[in-house]
């Protein structure tokens, strides 16, 4: 009976062709299952993670007042991301003004300071910026800090980058940066990394300034 349906198939075009179009259609569906599936596996996945508190700032940054605001970076893919790189693309106000001297990329400092700050009255000595500008990251949830922006008692907001791009801060403005991933075994993605700025705190006889500075969000705004 297999045999005369077999005899049957092969002697009509029409079942041949229906069953070849089967074929190619699963095969098609099988190669791109396994292309995905070889994208999850090779691919890193880098994820930015932030905070307004230690480890992701420290307190006493070179001057009295001064607070440096760093960002995680997160690889929770399944291999290594190689050679990682993060570039300051342009920081803009709220009407979408340009604050920086240049609006010209800029590559931002992997941190040297330590995930542990409770040794930060020993001085700042230790505390600075690694000259390093590319990490390798190791996969699986692996992280590195990196330098994003300090900020002082005179409102002047310096990026930790190659070069130390800054401004001053409006009172109780909210500000734009956009910063962008890279490595040499993914594309480039871009996050836009939300800062709010100091503001004015008045007493009954004293009119002081609190550094309630800080990062509100970080989205991803385009893949390259």
């Known amino acids: 009976m297999y045999f005369e349906w077999l005899i049957l198939i092969i002697t009509n075009p029409e079942w041949v062709t229906a069953i070849g179009t089967v074929f190619l259609g699963f095969m ?32 006493n940054f070179l001057t009295a007042m001064g607070r440096l ?25 709220e009407e979408g003004i340009n604050v920086l001297e ?19 009255s020993r001085g700042v000595m230790g505390l600075v910026s690694i000259d ?12 590195e800090f990196c330098d994003l922006f300090w900020i002082d008692e005179k409102k ?14 409006e009172e109780g403005k909210r500000y734009f940066a956009v910063i962008e991933i890279s490595g040499d075994n993914f594309e480039p993605t871009r ?22 500075a800080g990062i509100e969000k970080v989205k991803n705004i385009s893949q390259l």
């Not at 240049?102 to 930060?120: H, M």
């Not at 390093?132 to 992280?143: H, L, N, Q, V, Y």
């Open 132 to 143: 390093r500008e590319k990490k390798d990251i190791t996969p699986k949830g692996g992280w």
């Open 28 to 59: 098609t569906l099988l190669a791109i299952v396994v292309a995905l599936f070889k994208e999850d596996i090779i691919k890193p996945k880098i994820k930015v993670g932030f905070g307004n508190v230690t480890p992701y700032t420290i307190d």
């Open 156 to 169: 002047e907001l310096i990026f930790y980058s190659a070069g130390r791009r800054k401004f001053i801060c």
């Open 102 to 120: 240049k609006n010209e990329p800029d590559v931002l400092k992997w941190s040297g300071a330590p995930k542990d700050t409770r040794y930060q």
């Open 191 to 212: 996050k836009e990394i939300k800062i709010y700025t100091p503001l004015k705190v008045n007493f009954e006889e004293n009119d002081i300034t609190f550094l309630i």
């Open 69 to 93: 605001f760093r960002i995680k970076i997160v690889n929770e893919g399944k291999t290594v991301a190689r050679n990682c790189q993060i570039k300051l693309l342009s920081v803009k106000s």
